[in-house]
């Protein structure tokens, strides 16, 4: 049974750093892309990045490019939000998830591209 459970959130100053993971279990994890989504109130779930199977490849929201960075331990099976200069705009849950298909190499822009989510873990930036 696949769990994702994320972890390192809470409240920050704008301007201010988080560090997100994401600990992922039951199944193999270095042959599935993952994802980082995040959802505003009374906003649909979005798109923040996403990284490779193997880590090699990223690809990140307009929004977010320059100020996050997604990465991943196989070994830990883990997958990191690094979040710098936050914004209040960035106040969401942020949710890892699995990508459904099974090879590692696409990273999918679309949440239903997605099998498997965590929980989802509250940020919220202060001004």
């Known amino acids: 049974q696949v769990h994702l459970v994320e972890s390192g959130g809470g409240l920050v100053e704008a301007g201010g750093s988080l560090r997100l993971a994401c600990a992922a279990s039951?199944?193999?994890?270095?042959?599935?892309?993952m994802g980082w989504f995040r959802q505003a109130p009374g906003n649909e779930r979005k798109f923040v990045a996403g990284i490779n199977g193997s880590g090699g490849g990223t690809h990140y929201a307009v929004s977010v490019k320059g100020r996050f960075t997604t990465s991943r331990d196989n070994a830990e099976n883990r997958t990191y939000l690094q979040m710098n200069y936050l914004k209040p705009e960035d106040t969401a849950v942020y949710y890892c998830a699995q990508d459904n298909e099974q090879g590692g190499q696409a990273i999918d822009l679309d949440e239903v591209d997605y099998s498997n989510w965590g929980q989802g873990i509250q940020v919220i930036v202060s001004n």
């Open positions: 039951g199944f193999d994890f270095r042959r599935y892309s």
